[in-house]
């Protein structure tokens, strides 16, 4: 919500958790085989217990059983499983990170000794699993706010410190451009970039990060569109801090947190350049239709935007279906649960 592209460089950020949601359900059988049967794709996949090696890049469904046995369960058994997610796939909405923390809390209860672990255990297993396994550059922003529920605060640069704050919003809307999107490449840029920032930085400015960095420090050795990222990395940090303000008060100032959302995107979109032509005719019509504010959703290049729509959600769902896009009707959900 607050704080896109900022948690994987150590920066707080304000997520919310939505009402679509994935499922993963199944059983024990009697011999060492993984089947899931993903319904959705009309694809399904098998593989052994024995043998755990990867068969490509993301090889979530093993890498949730890898960093489990790592945790210290066990599995004498296979599963069969079905999968299925009513959130939009590659979209940036976190559909990876939804079902790895249903895979990891699925697989948490399924071990030969079942473990009973809290909703913060399950986002840190997830994120290893889906993050640091495979070495990618993302945060852990998905996996927290996925597992956890709601809206969230979360910091993670020295220690993960998550607070629940629970705003009383009101509707949203998500708008899918249905626009294919590179989110490892973007994350590598947007991250990388600044990471080389503050490494130019540190020659006149000892000691400065992230967390520490503002306009008062030394630019000399960074060209223009190094100090124009600069800028805009603080002013996201701005923006954060006046949200959580905001949304902490009894009573909340909806315009106010709709106008924060459009100064955000203002960064995403001409700082960054991770929104699309497509993304910025749906958030405008979006607010022509009398959304309160909006902005592109996750990594960008393409995937989601949202909209802030308290009032007239069906009226802003109209226009973003009108402008090409998918639109769903959506509002703060609870995180991974156990359904029976």
Same mark, same amino acid.
């Given at each position: 919500?607050?704080?896109?592209?900022?948690?994987?460089?150590?920066?707080?950020?304000?997520?919310?958790?939505?009402?679509?949601?994935?499922?993963? @359900?199944?059983?024990?059988?009697?011999? +060492?085989?993984?089947?899931?049967?993903?319904?959705?794709?009309? /694809?399904?996949?098998?593989?052994?217990?024995?043998?755990?090696?990867?068969?490509? +890049?993301?090889?979530?469904?093993?890498?949730?059983? @890898?960093?489990?046995?790592?945790?210290?369960?066990?599995?004498?058994?296979?599963?069969?499983?079905? %999968?299925?997610?009513?959130?939009?796939?590659?979209?940036?909405?976190?559909?990876?990170?939804?079902?790895? %923390?249903?895979?990891?809390?699925?697989?948490?209860?399924?071990?030969?000794?079942?473990?009973?672990?809290?909703?913060?255990?399950?986002?840190?297993?997830?994120? @290893?699993?889906?993050?640091?396994?495979?070495?990618?550059?993302?945060?852990?922003?998905?996996?927290?706010?996925?597992?956890?529920?709601?809206?969230?605060?979360?910091?993670?640069?020295?220690?993960?410190?998550?607070?629940?704050?629970?705003?009383?919003?009101?509707?949203?809307?998500?708008?899918?451009?249905?626009?294919?999107? /590179?989110?490892?490449?973007?994350?590598?840029?947007?991250?990388?970039?600044?990471?080389?920032?503050?490494?130019?930085?540190?020659?006149?400015?000892?000691?400065? /990060?992230?967390?520490?960095?503002?306009?008062?420090?030394?630019?000399?050795?960074?060209?223009?569109?190094?100090?124009?990222?600069?800028?805009?990395?603080?002013?996201?940090?701005?923006?954060?801090?006046?949200?959580?303000?905001?949304?902490?008060?009894? @009573?909340?100032?909806?315009?106010?947190?709709?106008?924060?959302?459009?100064?955000?995107?203002?960064?995403?979109?001409?700082?960054?350049?991770?929104?699309?032509?497509?993304?910025?005719?749906?958030?405008?019509?979006?607010?022509?239709?009398?959304?309160?504010?909006?902005?592109?959703?996750?990594?960008?290049?393409?995937?989601?935007?949202?909209?802030?729509?308290?009032?007239?959600?069906?009226?802003?769902?109209?226009?973003?279906?009108?402008?090409?896009?998918?639109?769903?009707?959506?509002?703060?959900?609870?995180?991974?649960?156990?359904?029976?």
């Amino acid at each position: 919500m607050f704080g896109e592209h900022q948690d994987y460089l150590g920066l707080p950020i304000i997520a919310m958790a939505i009402s679509l949601r994935s499922y993963i @359900k199944g059983e024990k059988v009697a011999n +060492q085989q993984v089947t899931i049967h993903k319904p959705d794709l009309n /694809d399904s996949e098998s593989f052994s217990l024995d043998n755990l090696d990867y068969d490509c +890049q993301r090889d979530y469904y093993k890498s949730g059983i @890898k960093i489990c046995l790592n945790e210290g369960l066990s599995f004498s058994h296979g599963f069969n499983c079905e %999968v299925s997610s009513k959130i939009p796939f590659q979209a940036g909405t976190s559909s990876s990170s939804a079902i790895m %923390v249903s895979w990891v809390h699925f697989l948490s209860r399924m071990a030969d000794e079942p473990a009973d672990w809290d909703l913060n255990k399950i986002a840190e297993v997830s994120y @290893k699993a889906e993050t640091l396994e495979f070495e990618e550059p993302g945060g852990m922003m998905d996996q927290y706010t996925t597992s956890i529920g709601d809206f969230i605060y979360l910091e993670s640069n020295s220690g993960i410190v998550v607070d629940k704050i629970n705003p009383e919003l009101g509707t949203f809307v998500l708008g899918d451009s249905l626009q294919p999107k /590179d989110t490892i490449g973007i994350l590598s840029r947007c991250r990388d970039s600044r990471l080389e920032i503050i490494k130019k930085l540190e020659f006149h400015n000892p000691g400065i /990060d992230f967390q520490s960095c503002n306009a008062n420090h030394d630019l000399t050795n960074l060209d223009e569109d190094e100090k124009e990222l600069y800028f805009g990395t603080i002013r996201n940090k701005e923006i954060l801090n006046q949200a959580i303000v905001e949304l902490k008060k009894d @009573k909340i100032d909806h315009k106010m947190i709709g106008s924060l959302l459009n100064d955000h995107q203002s960064v995403l979109r001409d700082i960054l350049h991770i929104s699309t032509d497509k993304v910025d005719d749906m958030i405008n019509v979006a607010l022509n239709a009398g959304a309160y504010g909006g902005k592109i959703n996750g990594s960008g290049g393409g995937g989601c935007m949202f909209a802030y729509a308290p009032e007239n959600p069906e009226r802003v769902a109209k226009a973003i279906e009108d402008a090409g896009g998918k639109s769903y009707i959506i509002c703060s959900d609870q995180g991974t649960r156990i359904e029976k």
